[in-house]
């Protein structure tokens, strides 16, 4: 088997692990997150994240939570915002 067959399964086997774990490391945090270490630094330094340091000094995360703060802010689609408008008419016109 080729190096890079090898190095692509491993990858797929490592993300298959960490999907089934709950509390993520830092690392792992932000590579299922997708963005960069020194991101996600600034966002714990500002307690902009949930997050657990409980020794004060590794940082682990609750996927969870991670996932609710990653879909935080949610953006109405067109067809959504087009249909409270309508709904929105209409019980104004009955009244």
């Known amino acids: 088997m080729d190096y890079f067959k090898i190095e692509e399964r491993l990858d797929r ?3 298959l692990l ?3 774990k709950d ?3 830092f690392e792992e ?3 299922y997150m997708g ?3 020194s991101f996600l630094y600034k966002l714990t330094s500002r307690r902009q994240i949930p997050h657990s340091k409980p020794n004060g000094k590794m940082i682990y995360f609750e996927k969870k939570k991670i996932n609710i703060w990653l879909l935080q802010n949610r953006r109405k689609s067109k067809a959504e915002i087009e249909t409270e ?3 929105h008419s209409l019980r104004n016109k009955k009244n």
Do not use: D, Q
Request: charged fraction near 30%; charge should be positive; include cysteine.
């Open 13 to 15: 086997i490592e993300r």
């Open 23 to 25: 509390v993520l490391t």
């Open 35 to 37: 963005v960069s270490r």
């Open 18 to 20: 960490t999907n089934s």
């Open 85 to 87: 408008a309508l709904k």
């Open 29 to 31: 945090a932000c590579e």
